[in-house]
């Protein structure tokens, strides 16, 4: 395992294993919660706080293998979020998501959660795929809270910008009963109506076809309230100026060969980013950071 240096510094509870795939997994199973990250994407792909059950969704078909995202979980998005804005052929969401980081500190914290950090540096694999020098360090804590924290440093010796997104999935018991407030009044692009914008109604988002929104200009937080699950689930943010909401519905849900047939109603993702209007320009030397912080209320 090439965090191998880790055997003996890990703290209870905490352990680096194989995981689906043969993929380096760090396993984490504290009082207050477990959860299970991948070194592949520094993928959140599980986790479930003490007593509750998983908040976050996984896909039973997901792949899990070097080259291919993770259905599921948290993934995370950069440089672009999407397709590239000119070449259809490169990666969905960027290329950080699709390759293997460095675990960097794992730590417990006063209140039993765990806290770990990784790291992943522009090398040529990335700049043959986006020709900016970067280092992006993703820090999270998991206890009866989750905390992720995604802070991109340009190394490099010019200004960039770039788009990024948490794309958290979420476990609900049913799609078209959840209702997601938060966004009132909040002007979004409609991906599934050719990219209009239009303007959130005073009504609580609710689920009855394809959806496919980004909120522009916000840094509200938002409740997904899941009655048949009986839970509300909180997503607060910073560092972030737009919140993605996706639920593929029947049929995109069938074209994706790694998302089950009948699994669109069982999650909705909430995603925490900044893209479109809301992308972010780094000068040389600086560093920006996005944080999603999600609960059960
Ligand atoms: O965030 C929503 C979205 O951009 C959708 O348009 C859809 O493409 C979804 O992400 C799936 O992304 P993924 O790369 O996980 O298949």
Known sequence: MDAGHFADALPPGVRLERGEGGLERLAIDCPAASARMFLH??????????GQRPVLWMSRRS??????????????????FGPHPADPKLPLHGIIRLRTWRLD???EGSDGSVRAELCLRSDERTRSLWAHDFEARF????????????????????????EEALHTYLAVG???????????????????????????????????????RLYLDTDAA????????????????????????????????KAMPDFGDDEWSG???????????????????????????????
């Not at 792949?63 to 672009?80: E, L, S, T, V, Y």
């Not at 809270?145 to 910008?161: C, E, Q, R, Y």
């Not at 995603?271 to 030397?285: F, H, I, K, M």
């Open 41 to 50: 994407g520094a993928h959140l792909a599980h986790w479930q706080p003490a």
């Open 267 to 297: 999650m909705i993702c909430i995603e925490t980013a900044n893209a479109a209007d809301n992308r972010v320009t780094l000068a040389p030397g600086a560093a920006h950071t996005m944080q999603a912080t999600i609960a059960l209320i």
């Open 63 to 80: 792949m899990f293998g070097a080259g291919q995202p993770i259905r599921g979980g948290a993934p995370i998005c950069f440089p672009w």
């Open 174 to 212: 049913d799609v078209r009963q959840v209702r997601i407030g938060g966004l009132a009044g909040v002007t979004f692009i409609d991906k599934t109506d050719h990219f209009r914008r239009k303007t959130q109604g005073p009504e609580p988002i609710a689920i009855a076809a394809e959806t496919d």
């Open 105 to 107: 500190t794992v730590n």
């Open 139 to 162: 820090a999270v804590e998991v206890g009866a809270g989750l905390t992720m924290s995604l802070t991109v440093h340009n190394t490099g010796g010019a200004a960039f910008d770039f």
């Open 222 to 253: 938002v409740v997904l309230d899941d009655p048949s699950l009986g839970r509300r689930i909180h997503v607060a943010k910073s560092g972030s100026r737009c919140t993605a909401v996706w639920n593929p519905w029947i049929a995109k849900a």
